[in-house]
């Protein structure tokens, strides 16, 4: 039997048991071993804020449209940062290279779910690199998520960079603009964040709740303001405070996933008056100057590259690993005690 973890409702997980399927001509089958939980995307369909929920996309006209809804509950088997053991291999795939092989380690998407069947052509090249442990594979996307960011923010090495958000993936940032040669001022609303921040390679710290942060970073940078600002958290105060945090023509990356009206962001303030570039980076594509370059697919190897070296820890980032029965009790970690927790791991 299969299992997969499904909200049934808003704050309403299952662990539901289906019955294996058939593999398909063409596809691998993946026993999970685990499963990141995204504290961020994930969490607007376990809320019930996800805008498809309410809408369609429309990829042609590339809008969404009100009336019907993309997705109904229950919404199963979501989730983007799986790896697992090949159990199976479709008998014509043999011999194809980059193919991982029955017993091999591997990391991709599948979902929440205790096996997965998923396309080849998705899988080649997914072998988990020598050396790194079974968690890190779990890792992959939200590592390519903020990899992305700092490809879009074009940092340059003594830039000042300001990281709004100091969860998994906003920590990821931090390490990343510090390798790309930033100096990162780190911004989050949680102590222990920003103590992790420094662990992961901030300059310093400010604290989005008692700091004035805008005023702090002008501050720090002569009375300029940073040269980017990446905001991660997904937060319209955050934002905004990061908009009002760089220099004249700075750049905003902006990386979250914004839910409702922007309440706390006003388009006629600082953005407006310093005239500062706002750029959205979303792990649907990379920059299109880099197109030609990079692709999410290289973001992801490289970032895995990146751990395997030991330049980036992820190991250290999980708090939790929690056993696919109790699922629902980690996502009432995630949504009602986010202090509590950092990356949050499902074990099958």
């Given at each position: 039997m299969e299992r997969v973890v499904q909200f049934t409702g808003p704050r309403q997980v299952e662990v539901a048991e289906h019955a294996s399927a058939p593999l398909p001509v063409g596809h691998l089958r993946v026993r999970t071993r685990y499963s990141g939980i995204s504290a961020g995307t994930e969490l607007t369909a376990y809320r019930g804020t996800n805008p498809y929920l309410t809408r369609t996309w429309d990829p042609e006209t590339r809008l969404f449209r009100d009336g019907a809804a993309g997705i109904e509950y229950p919404v199963a088997g979501w989730g983007y940062s799986e790896v697992g053991v090949v159990t199976e291999v479709s008998p014509e795939l043999a011999g194809t290279a980059g193919m991982p092989s029955v017993g091999e380690l591997v990391w991709g998407i599948w979902g929440h779910r205790s096996e997965g069947i998923v396309p080849a052509e998705r899988m080649i090249g997914h072998t988990l690199p020598g050396g790194l442990e079974p968690l890190a594979g779990a890792f992959a996307r939200v590592g390519a998520i903020a990899y992305n960011a700092v490809l879009a923010a074009d940092i340059h090495v003594g830039e000042d960079v300001a990281v709004f958000g100091q969860g998994v993936i906003g920590l990821l940032t931090t390490r990343l603009a510090q390798l790309n040669g930033a100096r990162v001022t780190a911004v989050d609303a949680l102590e222990i964040r920003l103590a992790s921040a420094k662990q992961y390679?901030?300059?310093?710290?400010?604290?989005?709740?008692?700091?004035?942060?805008?005023?702090?970073?002008?501050?720090?940078?002569?009375?300029?303001?940073?040269?980017?600002?990446?905001?991660?958290?997904?937060?319209?105060?955050?934002?905004?405070?990061?908009?009002?945090?760089?220099?004249?023509?700075?750049?905003?990356?902006?990386?979250?996933?914004?839910?409702?009206?922007?309440?706390?962001?006003?388009?006629?303030?600082?953005?407006?008056?310093?005239?500062?570039?706002?750029?959205?980076?979303?792990?649907?594509?990379?920059?299109?100057e880099l197109t030609g370059r990079w692709n999410v697919e290289r973001l992801q190897r490289t970032f895995l590259r990146l751990v395997a070296e030991g330049q980036v820890d992820v190991e250290s980032l999980v708090s939790h690993v929690v056993p696919v029965a109790d699922a629902a009790e980690a996502y009432v970690l995630l949504d009602e005690r986010p202090a509590d927790a950092l990356q949050v791991v499902l074990e099958f």
């Amino acid at each position: 039997m299969e299992r997969v973890v499904q909200f049934t409702g808003p704050r309403q997980v299952e662990v539901a048991e289906h019955a294996s399927a058939p593999l398909p001509v063409g596809h691998l089958r993946v026993r999970t071993r685990y499963s990141g939980i995204s504290a961020g995307t994930e969490l607007t369909a376990y809320r019930g804020t996800n805008p498809y929920l309410t809408r369609t996309w429309d990829p042609e006209t590339r809008l969404f449209r009100d009336g019907a809804a993309g997705i109904e509950y229950p919404v199963a088997g979501w989730g983007y940062s799986e790896v697992g053991v090949v159990t199976e291999v479709s008998p014509e795939l043999a011999g194809t290279a980059g193919m991982p092989s029955v017993g091999e380690l591997v990391w991709g998407i599948w979902g929440h779910r205790s096996e997965g069947i998923v396309p080849a052509e998705r899988m080649i090249g997914h072998t988990l690199p020598g050396g790194l442990e079974p968690l890190a594979g779990a890792f992959a996307r939200v590592g390519a998520i903020a990899y992305n960011a700092v490809l879009a923010a074009d940092i340059h090495v003594g830039e000042d960079v300001a990281v709004f958000g100091q969860g998994v993936i906003g920590l990821l940032t931090t390490r990343l603009a510090q390798l790309n040669g930033a100096r990162v001022t780190a911004v989050d609303a949680l102590e222990i964040r920003l103590a992790s921040a420094k662990q992961y390679g901030a300059h310093s710290t400010l604290n989005a709740h008692t700091d004035p942060v805008a005023a702090r970073i002008r501050e720090a940078t002569g009375g300029v303001g940073a040269d980017v600002a990446i905001e991660i958290s997904g937060a319209y105060p955050a934002l905004h405070e990061a908009l009002r945090s760089v220099t004249v023509g700075g750049r905003v990356v902006a990386s979250g996933f914004y839910q409702g009206d922007g309440a706390g962001l006003r388009l006629g303030d600082e953005f407006h008056h310093n005239r500062v570039q706002l750029i959205c980076s979303q792990i649907g594509g990379v920059p299109p100057e880099l197109t030609g370059r990079w692709n999410v697919e290289r973001l992801q190897r490289t970032f895995l590259r990146l751990v395997a070296e030991g330049q980036v820890d992820v190991e250290s980032l999980v708090s939790h690993v929690v056993p696919v029965a109790d699922a629902a009790e980690a996502y009432v970690l995630l949504d009602e005690r986010p202090a509590d927790a950092l990356q949050v791991v499902l074990e099958f």
